[in-house]
């Protein structure tokens, strides 16, 4: 088989300029891993789509080969973006093989350490803004208006252009939309995305779980959230961009938009890394989600078919791991060993 992006795996649903460069990094095509262990236990038939599997180990690949891609054609020299981490590295990735300038403002302090270590990697200008995600997105989209760089946030619609594949895979595995899909909803470009690629395709529609932290709450509140704060850094957004469309799709797909703490995200972070899947806090919310409405007594999603979606790797985050852990020491002798294990 060869591999092949999203861009040419479904360029027949993909809406993309003529004159478009043709940037990837064989994203998308990540594997949907039955859970039937947990499946049992909650009483459905469930699935994770590993995002984290992309290339630079977020979802956020899918959408960006599309927008670098776009913005290469156009012959600009420079892409921008805020970020709270993965789509810093996501969009540094493609720009570095397009040779264009990527500009990343992200928030000081507050990215995690395999996402920051990722957009330097690829050799991002990364700049922290003392302030939330939501306050370096609006210096974003004050120099764009400005100045000639292209912006690559998922304000840009090539960004759902490309999202979107995700549900397409999803349905091109079943056969048909499962009846559930649970995910993160930070910025809500990845909700939004989802369900426009589940409409178009047209072989059924999930209903949407979307799920926020309760410290960056936005939709679930009604209102902007001024300082946000979670341990899922990823999706601490008080002002989503397309929070409004996120929740015309949760209403359209008979869904809901709901929060869970930070201790329920580190649970359900712990619950798939038991059968084998790690992946960063934020990536865990929507199981965390599915957990606490099945446990809050909802039969909702008894014996349906429901896809939890992991939108990114826990390399991403390591130190969420290992700064709650302290290693055993022993002498280097066989003795030590031995009285420690048995
Ligand atoms: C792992 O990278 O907003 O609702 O700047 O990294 O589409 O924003 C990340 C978001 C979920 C939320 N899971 O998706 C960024 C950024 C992970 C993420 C989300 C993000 P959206």
């Not at 989209?141 to 549900?167: D, H, Y």
């Not at 209903?207 to 850094?233: C, F, K, W, Y």
């Not at 995200?265 to 409405?293: D, F």
Request: glycine residues 10%.
């Amino acid at each position: 088989m060869t591999y092949q992006g999203v861009i040419d795996r479904y360029c027949h649903h993909i809406e993309l300029p003529p004159n478009s460069a043709r940037i990837t990094l064989l994203e998308g095509n990540t594997p949907l891993i039955p859970m039937p262990h947990l499946g049992r236990q909650l009483g459905c038939d469930l699935y994770v789509k590993f995002e984290g599997l992309n290339p630079t180990g977020s979802f956020k690949d899918r959408g960006m080969t599309v927008a670098v891609s776009e913005a290469a054609g156009r012959k600009v020299s420079s892409v921008i973006c805020a970020s709270t981490g993965n789509t810093a590295a996501s969009a540094a990735a493609p720009a570095a093989r397009a040779g264009l300038r990527a500009i990343v403002l992200i928030p000081e302090g507050k990215v995690a350490s395999g996402k920051l270590a990722g957009a330097i990697a690829y050799g991002a200008e990364v700049i922290q803004v003392q302030g939330s995600f939501d306050a370096a997105l609006s210096l974003v989209l004050e120099i764009t208006q400005k100045k000639p760089i292209a912006l690559v946030n998922s304000i840009n619609p090539f960004r759902l252009e490309g999202q979107k594949t995700a549900a397409f895979e999803i349905c091109d595995e079943f056969g048909k939309a499962p009846d559930w899909l649970c995910l993160p909803v930070g910025n809500a470009g990845n909700i939004t995305s989802y369900w426009l690629g589940f409409r178009q395709y047209d072989r059924g529609n999930p209903r949407l779980l979307g799920v926020q932290a309760e410290g960056a709450a936005p939709l679930v509140l009604g209102h902007p959230v001024d300082s946000p704060e979670t341990i899922a850094t990823a999706i601490r957004i008080g002002k989503p961009a397309r929070g409004e469309q996120a929740l015309e799709a949760v209403r359209e797909s008979r869904g809901k938009i709901i929060s869970v703490s930070d201790r329920e995200i580190l649970e359900a972070q712990k619950i798939l890394a038991a059968e084998g899947v790690w992946v960063e806090p934020a990536s865990s919310a929507g199981l965390a989600g599915l957990v606490a409405q099945i446990q809050g007594g909802s039969s909702e999603y008894r014996n349906c078919r429901v896809v939890v979606v992991c939108t990114g790797h826990g390399m991403k985050d390591p130190s969420v791991i290992t700064d709650r852990f302290v290693a055993k020491v022993i002498p280097a002798e066989y003795e030590a060993l031995r009285s420690l294990l048995i």
